[in-house]
Structure formats: C-alpha cells, structure tokens
C-alpha cells in the first residue's frame, strides 16, 4: 500500500487526477471504475481543467460506476448518473455510450444486477478503480455485513449512510433506502485501487479499514488484500497514522 498525504483537499484532487491523466495517457482505452460522493468532486473539477488545456482525451476510455440509488431515474438531481454527467462527463470528451452506472429506475433488481455484472465482465477488469469510504466503512454501497458479496447486488442501506446522504435531499424521508453496488469481486480485480478521503470525520475509519482486521464489518478492511492500493488523504483524513 502506498500512503500520500497531501496538506489540503486541493492538493488531494490534483494527485488524484494526475493518476487517472497518467493512465489515459498511457493506455487510451482504459476502463475507469468511477465513484460518486463529495471527496471524489474535486477531482473531477480537476479532470475537466485538464481535459480543457488539451491534457487528456478521453474519446477511447470506458467508465463503469460503482453504484446507483434503486428507484431513482436518470434525470433525477440526487441521481448518481446525473451527478457523473454534471460533474464530469458533460466537461469532457468521453464517448456518453461508453459511460455505465447502475440503471436505478429499473427496481428489478435481480436483472439489474446481472446485467451490470455481464457489462463489468464485458468491459474487462477496471485499470484504475477510484474508491471514497464512507463513515461506517463502505465502499460503494457495499456496507457492513456479515459477509462479502462478490457480485453487483442491491443492498439496504445502513442508517448512517442515509443520515449522511440526507444533506443532498429535502428531507430524510427522501433520501432512497436502497441502492445497487458493484460487489467486492471487480474492485479487487482493479489493476489498482485509488481511496480517497478527506476531512477529520473520516480519520478513524481509515485507520481502521487500513490497519485493523479485514472484515465485511468494516467493507473498505477488504481493501488491504490489493496489490496495488494508492490512498490519497489530507492530513485531517491521515492525522492517525501519524506523521
Ligand atoms: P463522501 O462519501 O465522499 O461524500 O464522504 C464517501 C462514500 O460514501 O463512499
């Protein structure tokens, strides 16, 4: 694993969309995996300034989603597909048919989740899966449980993470209940693994997903299992790992 801490969040995003230019660059019709949520924001901001001064072309790159609200349609603003095109895709060149997230407005979730997994199967293994964490330890939606699952399934969400997301929408109430993520499977099949995180409130998970027992208790401990993990922290995310 490798640990770089950055003195603020600015900082964060610009390392950050400097791993997905050197990669484009290198192979252009690499598979992205994407992530949704307010650390990953920057970045993009970042990916489009870079695409605008001429520094990266994503014309031949795929992107898969880890996850979507179920019940949620497309245009829907607290939708994870909207929030792809507002803050990334409509800023730069990547082909709209080449870009994936989970279809959230079809609730059946059991074509649903096949679907997104022959389509992951179909795209060849992630070059570069971007990952934030959330508060109990998720990655994309897959929260604690008393398991792993491998595959795209369509999961409850935990309390925590809807008292979290519930500053996007009116009222709790409207925050969905459930949501389909991409399972544990292709993002340890990531040909390497970006987390990010920022801000105090996510210094104790962090340090324990990276340092303490792998569990599905703790989704992200999974992580410490990659070959090829990059975690991207401000020194508020990163103060327990000390200096
Ligand atoms: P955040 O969410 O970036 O909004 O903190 C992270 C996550 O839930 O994965």
Known sequence: MQMIKTDTYKELSCLAADEIRELVNRKRDCVLGLATGSTPIGMYEQLAALYRDGCIDFSAVTSVNLDEYRGLSPAHPQSY???????????????????????????????????????????????????????????????????????????????????????????????PTQAYTMGIRPILQAGKVLLLASGKEKAGILKKALTGPITPLVPASILQLHPHLVVIGDAEALSEFGR
Do not use: K, W
């Not at 409509?90 to 279809?103: A, G, R, S």
């Open 81 to 175: 597909r909207f929030f792809m095109n507002h803050h990334l895709f409509e800023h730069i060149n990547i082909d709209m048919h080449n870009t994936y997230v989970p279809l959230g407005e079809d609730t059946n979730a059991e074509r649903v989740c096949a679907d997104y997994d022959r389509l992951i199967a179909q795209c060849g293994p992630i070059d570069l899966q971007v990952l934030g964490i959330g508060h109990d330890g998720h990655i994309g939606f897959n929260e604690p449980d008393d398991h792993f699952t491998p595959g795209t399934h369509c999961v409850t969400l935990n309390p925590v993470t809807i008292r979290a997301n519930r500053r996007f929408f009116a009222s709790e109430s409207e925050v």
